[in-house]
């Protein structure tokens, strides 16, 4: 007769049920079909005919699973119980082993709130920091096949990536195969009038094709046409969803209106939608031709615009950076004078936007990471200790038949789900954490709108939650599994293990490790921030207020009444009480943003483009120097004496006076300005640290250059006074000036606007922020650190002393002096922090060298700073260990060898 | 003439019933079960062991039967299943309503008594 079981169980194998299942199941078929078979036999008919009969009752292949399926699933949970040794798949038991971990966790509240705690701490500010990660660099632009938009700059020895002449722009645009087309933007500033209170707006100029290049449509109305950005068309304007809002409640009859900007009417085609991002502030958006100025039509010059082109498909970066520099080569032939020596270079516009900030961002991720291993390892030595605890609920287990395996999937469930709770703890940290983050970081952290929790941080946090899980309960749960039931059964509450303290100290010792990278990384930053502070600027900082102006639009007409009005303004605002000077420059000294302008010694022809020096251009009133207080070392500064009508002339600072004139006198020498033309050197001041505090001395264009703003012809006037900024020089706390100063520069008329009111410490502290944000995380990454690794080591030093109560009343009774017991102890807890020292400056000395970009007059390996972190951590170490090693010498040898 | 066509769907629709119907009286063992409903239906309906034992197991579930392991001295162990009290209840109203729904029919088709 066949053997049926095997057929059986071939046809219900797919269903992996659990084995016991699977064996009444294919007992009770196999029966019936020896039945049926037996039963035909019996009846006459032959073995084949039989056979065929006997396996039809076994249905097609697929049936029989299929019919199992819907039953069979749900019983396969119910079966195996304590560990039963059952062979299934993954899940068999898992609801089992769920409902088990769920009454641990009740059953020690405390204990699970702790690890919760604290793993939710490091899952959310890992969570927190990779969110910004997230945003910034690692999800595309919100434009249509981001990954095309390319930056196009034009490059000089000066400049790598430096801005681009107009006329360039449109020769590059139209000799590009490369590109699909291109577009360019400028940002400026206009004062908006006739609907209410004037204010200054920022906008941007750009050219028609610029929108349809990144794809952006309008929400309302319609882009700019070719014809409305042309030479002489008439003004159309484009609105942000935010000004649209705020000055037009979202008046859909927006379109068609008229607005008055710099005194001239612009009618409203369009609202842009308000996921679109220029610039962050941008209000207001023109067509690029309707920008009067000169400066446009130049090939010299450069007047700050930003060049965007979009890919063809198929075409790589490389040959586009082949084509625009085949192109620029070709306009420096045909244009020596202004494009000799200048070249073009692209970069994918994601790249330029975050890549200024992605070693920041690393760096705190790594960091954050740090922090996460450390409570890691302290909720695994809770685990180790409890595990301990529940040595003898293991052993029963084994005993009943419980493998190894069995085991450790049961302890990892519980570190999974405390885990998992820990995840939902820190979800509810970053959500806080991500706002306080983006609240806490520079102004100028790119794409900060694009920070939120989405499903690529919740799977972010999801995969970490699990790894984190695993990370720390993987050893507790070996050495849980890792057990001789007969022994451990046996044996009272008191242990052996040694292999357990072990992995105890090497925890410890890896928090100790962690905990000396991050302080080092962070006294790196507190360093770097401590030293920049302390370099002199060139000026005096303290009590300047600086904030932009603008002069009423009915006074703006003509170079004449322009002058008189900003004379009148610094007139009225000099003469406010508790001012002590007040000046107007174009040029904020650590600012964002720049201004050159290239120059030649003599008064001969202009020599070709790539015999030009650069330098920075300021143009100011008399007043800057006793608003700035700055050092005038030879000749004189800027007086009412210089005007349009008496021979132009220019302030230089030391800095181009060594390099033009080295060892001479350079008052009274001559040297000529593009535009401008042949100037006499008047005075030399001193050298501002123009380009930052931190990166000043090493800026390729140093040369300092002042103007005077009673010189500027009245061709250059229009342009010249969009932007300027009023410094005064208060004898008070510069912000309680504020209102007073703004009561002045708004005069008579009452329509002359002041925004961007800072003072000086702010715009060098705006300077710094990007540094001292990293710095703040640092530090707080760092003190996590330290209170982790401290609780960590005190937790195991005090959990040995109560092990080792039973040697230490021992020894006591033996002889032992309580400083002895004291040195036993503390020598045991300074072994562990020893060798956590040890390799904890191992790792410093190679991870610190990765942040070297980020310092400032401190080298990575800093001797002096790894000292210090060793000192402050082996006295924290020593002051944990303390505490336990002073309960060891309370032991009293008659209760402690009592005990058991 | 030709034996009269069962709609599979009919067999389907009835099997709970019949099962629950047979085990009323005694416990039975399932390939007991199978050959009753050959019989007693003279060949009409007849039920596999692929469908028959998963639809044994589905009934366990629900509680209408249960299935003992019962060993008599001298033959294998087999496996056999009683009516609960829940099944009990169920097959009065699985019984009243297939009734009430076979004389609808009838009402509806006019075969009576054919």
Known sequence: MPDWKPLIRKRIAKLNLAAAREAEIVEELAQHAEDRYRELRNGGASEAEARRAAMEELGAHQLLAKELKSTERVNAADSPTLGGGARGPFWTGLGHDLRYAFRTMRKSPGFTAIAMLALGLGIGANTAIFSVVNGVLLQPLSYPDPDRLLKIYESSPAFSQGSVAYPNYLDWRSGTRSFTDMGTYRSDQFNYTGNGAPEQLNGEYVSASLLPVLGVRPQLGRLFLPEEDREGAACSAMLSDGFWKRRFGSDPKVLGRALKLNARSCEVIGVLPATFRLSDTAEVYLAVEVYTSVELRRRESHPGLSVVGRLKPGVSVASAQAEIATICGR??????????????????????????????????????????????????????ARSTARKREFAIRAALGADRGRVVRQLLTESLLLSLGGALIGLLIAAWGTKLVVAAAPANLPRAEAIGIDPYVLLFTLTVSIATGILFGLAPALQGANINPQESLKEGTRGAGGGRHRVEGVFVGVEIGLAVVLLAGAALMIQSVWRIWKVDPGFNTHNILTAQVAVSPTAAG???????????????????????????????????????????????????????????FYIVTPGYRSALQLPLLKGRFFDRRDTLGTSPVVLIDDVMA??????????????????????????????????????????????????????????????????????????????????????????????????????????????????????????????????????????????????????????????????????????????????????????????????????????????????????????????????????????????????? | MEAPTIDPEWKKGSAELLILSLLEAMPRHGYEISKLIEQRSRGALRFHAASLYPLLYRLEQRDWIKGLWVEKSGQRRRRYYQLTADGRKVLASQRQGWQAFVEAINLITGVENA
């Open chain 1, 331 to 384: 306009l420096a032939l045909e244009y020596p004078k202004s494009n000799a020596g200048y070249s073009g270079k692209v970069v994918p516009m994601k790249e330029d936007i975050v890549g200024g900030i992605r070693p920041t961002l690393l760096l705190l991720l790594g960091a954050v990471g740090f922090v996460l291993i450390i409570a890691c390892a302290n909720v695994a030595n809770l685990l180790l």
């Open chain 1, 558 to 616: 003509s170079g004449p009444q322009i002058r008189q009005a900003y004379d009148q303004m610094l007139e009225r605002v000099a003469a406010t009480p508790g001012v002590a000077a007040a000046a107007i420059t174009s040029q904020v000294p650590l600012g964002e943003g720049d201004s050159e302008n290239d120059y030649w010694i003599g008064t001969g022809p202009q020599p070709p483009q790539d015999k030009l020096n650069s330098a920075m």
């Open chain 1, 658 to 900: 060594r390099h033009l004139f080295p060892g001479q006198d350079p008052v009274g020498k001559q040297i000529s300005m593009m535009v401008i033309g042949p100037l006499t050197i008047v005075g030399v001041v001193g050298h501002v640290k123009q380009w930052g505090l931190d990166s000043d001395d090493t800026a390729k264009i140093r040369d300092q250059s002042y103007f005077p703003f009673a010189q500027v012809p009245d061709m250059f006037l229009p342009e010249a006074v969009a932007g300027l900024t009023l410094f005064v020089r208060t004898v008070t706390e510069p912000l309680s000036l504020t209102s007073a100063v703004a009561a002045q520069v708004a005069g008579p008329t009452r329509d002359q606007p002041v925004y961007a009111v800072r003072t000086m410490e702010q715009i060098i502290a705006r300077s710094l922020a990007e540094r001292r944000f990293t710095m703040l995380v640092l530090m707080i990454f760092a003190a996590t650190a330290l209170a982790l690794a401290a609780v960590g080591i005190y937790g195991v030093m005090s959990y040995a002393v109560t092990r080792q109560s039973h040697e230490i009343g021992i020894r006591s009774a033996l002889g032992a002096t309580r400083w002895e017991i004291l040195s036993m102890v503390l020598r045991r807890g300074m072994k562990l922090t020893v060798a956590g020292l040890a390799g904890g400056l191992a790792a410093a000395f190679g991870l610190t060298r990765l942040m070297a970009g980020l310092l400032y007059g401190v080298r990575p390996a800093d001797p002096l700073t790894l000292a210090s972190v060793v000192a402050i951590l082996f006295s924290v170490a020593l002051a944990a260990c303390y505490i336990p090693a002073r309960r060891a010498t309370a032991v009293d040898p008659a209760t402690a060898l009592h005990a058991e």
